[in-house]
C-alpha cells in the first residue's frame, strides 16, 4: 500500500520542479520587447514631474510619434534625487535607458569613461552645432558631444523689490560690501534677507562656488578640479566671505533643516513673501509659485555681486541647463527625438509653456517673462561659464563640497578646512 | 528554588512512534532519497531567491569592500583593508556609532517602559479598550516616509504644529528648530521614533500579558501580595521572553535605521542625526564610493551579527532551551 504515497510524493516533487521551470520561462519571456511588429519602442527618462512640464512633455512625445508611426516612445519620469540614485544603479548594471536626462560634466564623463553613453558628435551634425554654444558646453568631454540641451540657465539672487524698497534699497547691490550693507539694512527692517534649504546642502553651495568665481576668476574652479588643489588663497578668501555673510545671520529661522522645494522650504519662504532673497537657478520663478503663493511682478533678478579685488567680474556666470544623452547604440529613432526635441518649433513650445531659457537661438524671441528676459541677458553676455560643481566634478569631489560648505554655514568648519577637505577628496578620486 | 508550574508539555520535538524493526533497508532509503528530493523541490524556489538576492549579494559587497570602486563595471582596484582603517577615522562614521547606541539607549530607557506601561495599563477591563490598542498600533502601520513627512512639518520651526500650538498656550519657551537645530535633532528624531514604534512593543507585551495565567496573579493577591510585587514578581518574570524580544528587536531596528532619518533630516544638519545606513547610502549613491559604502555595509552587518550571536548566547538561550515558564523565587 505504499506504492499511491510514493507517486504522489514523486508528483509533487515533479510539479514542484515544473513550477520552477514555469517561473523561469516566463522570467524570459518578460525581457524581450516585443519589437516582431516592425515599431521601435525608445524609453526616454527624464526628472520632468512638475506641472505644466510634465503634460507639455508627454504632448510633445505624442507628436514625435504622430510624425514617426513606427516608433514608441515610452516616459519614464523619475523625481530629481530619485534619478540619480536609480541611474547609479542602472550604470552599475551596464544598461542605461535609450535617451535618460543628464546634467553633463563630471557624472557624465564618469558614464562615457565606463562606455555606456553614445558619441552624439557625427549623429547630429548640423543641427547640434547650431545650439547655443553656452548650452552646449556641458556635454563636451573631449571635444565630442555627448548630449543636446533643452535647457540652459545661471545661478542668480532672485529679490522681492517690495522688501527691497522697504528697507530702503534702491539698487540691488553689484559688490559683495553692498549686498552686505543691503542684508543688514533689511534686518534692521525686520525683514530675513536671505532664504537657504540647509538640509539640501547644494543650495547653500552656489555661495561658496560663486565667491570663489568671483575671488579666483571664472577658470580657477576648473583648475583646481584638475590640478586637486583647492588651497590657493583665493579659495580660503571665498570661504572667508561666506563667513561674514553667515556672521550675520541673514537665513531664515531653522534654516539648517528646511528642504528646497516643500511647503515650508527655500522657495516658499521667498514665494510668500517670508524672506527677501535667494540665490538660485532660472527655474526659481516657477518652484516660488508651485511651493508657496509667488511674488508676481515683485519678483526680480540681479547676478552674484563682484568682489572687491577679485581676479572674477560680475559678468562670470554659475550656471548650467538640462540635456539628454542616449545609450550606446542607441536607436536611430532616439536619435531623430533629439533632433525633434531640440528644433525650433519645440523649442519655443518649451520656453512658452515650460518657463526654460532657449538653446535654438531663434527661439529667443519666445520669451514673454521678464525675469527670464533678464536670465537671458546676463547669459548672453557672459565671460566665462562653470557649471554647478556638483556635475561638473566627480560626484564625490562634488558632494565633498556641498558637504563642507554645508558645515562652514553651520559654523564647524573654518575656511581653511573647506579648502583642505575638498583637495583631499579631489586627490582621492585619482 | 525553582519550581515548575506548569506541565512542559511542549519541551522536545515530537518523536512519533517508533518505526517498525523489520522494515527492508533498501525501500527505507528510497523513500529517503525520495523525501529529500521533495524537500529540496519545495525548497528550490525560495532558496534560488535566498541565494540570488541575498547570500550573493552580501559576498559581493564583502569583496567589493576591499576595492576602491565607483560602481561601474567590475572592481579591479584592490586596496586591502584601507576601506576598513577609513572606517575608523572617519568623523562621521564614529558619530555614527555613537548616536546608534544613543538611540538604542532611550529606546530601553524610555521607549520599552513607556509601551510596557501602556501595555499593562490597556491589559485591564476599561471601556473602549480595543479603540485604545488599535490607536496606539496605528502608528506602526504608517510606513516611515509618510511618519517623515508628516513630522517634518509638524516640527516646521515658527509655521509647524508643534510650535503653534506650544505658542498658543503660552509655551513658546518650549518650542524651537526641531529637526534643524544640531543640539535638538536627536531628541526630535528620538520623539518621532516613539511615536512611531512604541504601539508595536506594546502590541508585544499585550500578547505576553495575554499569557499569563490569572490563576498566579490570584494566587499572589491571596497570599497578600499588593499590586505592584504582583507586577514585579509574577507578571514581569512571565513577560521576560517578550521582553527579550522586543529588546533585540529594538536594537537591531536602532543599528538598521534608515527610512525616517533619511525623509526627515537626511542626516543633518552637519551629520548631527546621521546613521550608519545614511552614511552607506551618502558614499553609495551620492559620491558612488561604492566600495567605502561596501565596508560600511560590512561593518553595519558585522555589528548586527556579533549583536545578534551574542544575545542568542547569552540572554535568549533559556528562551530557546523552552523554559520559558520557569520562574526564579527571587525573580532573578
Excluded at chain 1, 534619478?83 to 550604470?91: H, I, N, Q, R
Excluded at chain 2, 532519497?33 to 523541490?41: D, F, I, K, Q
Excluded at chain 2, 547570500?55 to 565607483?70: I, N, S, V
Excluded at chain 2, 521582553?243 to 538598521?256: D, E, N, P
Amino acid at each position: 500500500m505504499g506504492d499511491p504515497a510514493l507517486s504522489r510524493r514523486g508528483f509533487l516533487a515533479a510539479s514542484a520542479a515544473a513550477g520552477l521551470g514555469m517561473t523561469a520561462l516566463t522570467a524570459c519571456g518578460g525581457d524581450s520587447d516585443g519589437g516582431s511588429s516592425g515599431t521601435t519602442t525608445i524609453e526616454w527618462w527624464n526628472i520632468s514631474t512638475t506641472e505644466p512640464t510634465k503634460s507639455v512633455w508627454a504632448a510633445l512625445a505624442r507628436k514625435f510619434e504622430a510624425q514617426n508611426p513606427t516608433v514608441k516612445v515610452k516616459i519614464v519620469q523619475l523625481e530629481n534625487d530619485a534619478y540619480k540614485s536609480k541611474m547609479t544603479a542602472l550604470t552599475s548594471s551596464g544598461k542605461l535607458p535609450d535617451i535618460f536626462h543628464t546634467w553633463g560634466g563630471g557624472v557624465l564623463r564618469q558614464q562615457v569613461d565606463a562606455g555606456l553613453v553614445e558619441d552624439l558628435t557625427d549623429r547630429t551634425k548640423p543641427w547640434g552645432d547650431a545650439l547655443l554654444p553656452v548650452a552646449r558646453e556641458p556635454y563636451l568631454i573631449d571635444d565630442k558631444a555627448y548630449g543636446v540641451p533643452f535647457d540652459i540657465g545661471m545661478i542668480g539672487f532672485w529679490y522681492n523689490k517690495a522688501h527691497f524698497a522697504k528697507a530702503g534699497i534702491s539698487e540691488p547691490p553689484t559688490t559683495w560690501s553692498g549686498f552686505l550693507d543691503a542684508v543688514r539694512k533689511l534686518k534692521s527692517a525686520r525683514i530675513t534677507p536671505l532664504a537657504l534649504a540647509g538640509k539640501e546642502k547644494w543650495p547653500g553651495m552656489y555661495y561658496w562656488a560663486y565667491l570663489a568665481m568671483r575671488t579666483a576668476g571664472a577658470e580657477a574652479l576648473q583648475k583646481a578640479y584638475e590640478d586637486k588643489d583647492f588651497t590657493g588663497a583665493p579659495f580660503v578668501e571665498a570661504g572667508e566671505h561666506l563667513k561674514e555673510l553667515v556672521g550675520l545671520q541673514p537665513f531664515q529661522k531653522g534654516f539648517l533643516g528646511a528642504a528646497y522645494s516643500s511647503p515650508t522650504g527655500q522657495a516658499a519662504t521667498v514665494g510668500n513673501g517670508k524672506a527677501a532673497m535667494e540665490l538660485m537657478g532660472q527655474w526659481a520663478p516657477v518652484v516660488q509659485a508651485d511651493a508657496g503663493k509667488g511674488l508676481g511682478k515683485d519678483l526680480g533678478f540681479f547676478p552674484f555681486p563682484a568682489v572687491e579685488g577679485g581676479r572674477g567680474a560680475i559678468t562670470e556666470v554659475f550656471g548650467g541647463g538640462g540635456g539628454h544623452a542616449l545609450r550606446r547604440d542607441a536607436p536611430q529613432a532616439a536619435v531623430d527625438f533629439l533632433k525633434f526635441f531640440a528644433s525650433e518649433a519645440t523649442d519655443r513650445e518649451l520656453v512658452k509653456k515650460t518657463g526654460v531659457l532657449p538653446v535654438v537661438p531663434a527661439a529667443e524671441s519666445a520669451i514673454a517673462d521678464p525675469n527670464i528676459k533678464a536670465v537671458q541677458a546676463e547669459l548672453k553676455k557672459a565671460t566665462g561659464f562653470q557649471l554647478y560643481l556638483d556635475q561638473a566634478y566627480a560626484p564625490a569631489v562634488g558632494q565633498e563640497v556641498n558637504d563642507s560648505v554645508a558645515a562652514l554655514i553651520s559654523g564647524s568648519r573654518s575656511p581653511e578646512q573647506v579648502a583642505q577637505s575638498v583637495t583631499k577628496t579631489a586627490k582621492e578620486e585619482q | 528554588m525553582t519550581s515548575t508550574f506548569l506541565p512542559s508539555k511542549q519541551s522536545g520535538p515530537d518523536t512519533g512512534p517508533p518505526p517498525p524493526v523489520a522494515d527492508r533497508g533498501r525501500g527505507r532509503a528510497r523513500r529517503r532519497t525520495l523525501n529529500w528530493l521533495t524537500a529540496t523541490g519545495f525548497q528550490l524556489p525560495a532558496l534560488v531567491l535566498f541565494i540570488g538576492l541575498v547570500l550573493l549579494p552580501m559576498l559581493f559587497a564583502l569583496y567589493a569592500a576591499f576595492f576602491r570602486w565607483g560602481g561601474f563595471g567590475m572592481p579591479s582596484d584592490y586596496v586591502g583593508g584601507e576601506n576598513f582603517t577609513r572606517l575608523f577615522q572617519d568623523e562621521v562614521f564614529l558619530g555614527d556609532l555613537w548616536r546608534c547606541l544613543v538611540l538604542v539607549v532611550l529606546s530601553l530607557a524610555l521607549q520599552l517602559p513607556f509601551a510596557l506601561a501602556m501595555a499593562v495599563l490597556l491589559n485591564q477591563r476599561m471601556r473602549g479598550r480595543a479603540v485604545y490598542r488599535m490607536l496606539f498600533f496605528a502608528p506602526y502601520v504608517l510606513s516611515e516616509a509618510i511618519t517623515g513627512i508628516l513630522f517634518g512639518m509638524i516640527f516646521a520651526p515658527d509655521d509647524g504644529f508643534a510650535d503653534q500650538v506650544l505658542g498658543r498656550i503660552g509655551l513658546e519657551g518650549l518650542g524651537g528648530e526641531w529637526f534643524a537645530d544640531p543640539s535638538t535633532v536627536m531628541a526630535t528624531l528620538f520623539l518621532v521614533m516613539m511615536w512611531k514604534y512604541f504601539g508595536f512593543h506594546m502590541m508585544l507585551y499585550l500578547a505576553g500579558l495575554q499569557a499569563v495565567p490569572k490563576e498566579l496573579t490570584e494566587a499572589a493577591l491571596i497570599d497578600g501580595a499588593g499590586p505592584w510585587q504582583r507586577f514585579r514578581n509574577v507578571t514581569l518574570p512571565l513577560l521576560a521572553p517578550t521582553l527579550r524580544i522586543s529588546v533585540f528587536l529594538s536594537v537591531i531596528g536602532s543599528i538598521q535605521l534608515f527610512d525616517l532619518v533619511w525623509v526627515t533630516t537626511a542626516g543633518g544638519p552637519d551629520h548631527h542625526s546621521e546613521t550608519m545606513a545614511v552614511t552607506m547610502f551618502q558614499y553609495g549613491f551620492k559620491r558612488y564610493q561604492v566600495g567605502y559604502a561596501s565596508a560600511i555595509s560590512v561593518a553595519m552587518f558585522a555589528i548586527s551579527l556579533v549583536f545578534a550571536l551574542a544575545y542568542q548566547r547569552f540572554v535568549l538561550r533559556r528562551d530557546l532551551e523552552g523554559a520559558t515558564t520557569t520562574m526564579r523565587g527571587d525573580g532573578k
